[in-house]
């Protein structure tokens, strides 16, 4: 037991400490459901879907485990250091880079074939977030896991006020995308209502909710690069992650959901 923890944190605590602390509690999340999901399939091997998977952040740590990765993305750059990663990591094998979107997936990816899917960074552009959310569940097996990860607009209300940029914090919230304005980089945010709503109808059940990066994301980077700190900083944002009224605002919403059993 203590031996399978030790692995499954290997990549959430990394040399340098933000990439631990913004990623931790998603991986606390996946790993709890990727082992029920091995339990429960009798497979140590599932198949994975990465869409916007890029350089494979996620999916070269998940074929470390050994898993066999999918990664949709749209870019030929990213999927070519995805390639990198994966034979560095010696996993090159368990990896395979499909070059497109979510509107393209039904093209990529056979429907119901995979254990879990990941959409992470991907329904804030994509042109219709409940259509490209119903093409990253049709992918999962019944019973299979999909792993969503969104900006959250009061997180980034609140980022921008601490900032000093008032005007734009109120764009923000007021913006029925969540944007701060013209110049703003992403088409929307979400809320928990919100990313919830794109579910409706959908044969699935909500696993968990978490905020991500609560506190991280407002801190001077030598406080959150700080060795003494990050134990400490960590703690604090598992803790936070699961807390009903600071969940709404995290910079990130995590929600992770299960397909029925049977269609």
Known sequence: MAEDLLHSRRWTLRSDPRVGVRTAVIWDALDALVAERVAATGRQALDVVDVGGGTGGFAVPLADLGHHVTVVDPSP????????????????????????????????????????VLAHGVLEYVDDPRT?????????RPGGIASLLVPQRLGAVLGRAVAGRFTDARTLLDDPDGRAGDADPLPRRFDVDGLLHLLDGEPVTVRSVHGVRLVADLLPGALVDDPATTDALLSLERAAAVHPALTAVAAQLHVAVQRADSP
Do not use: H, I, N
């Open 77 to 116: 750059d990213a999927l070519a250091a995805l390639q990198r990663r994966a034979a560095e990591a010696g996993v090159a094998d368990r990896v395979t880079a499909r070059q497109g979107d979510a509107a393209t997936l039904g093209d990529l990816v056979p429907p119901a074939g995979a254990d879990v």
């Open 132 to 140: 490209a959310t119903r093409a990253a569940l049709a992918l999962l």
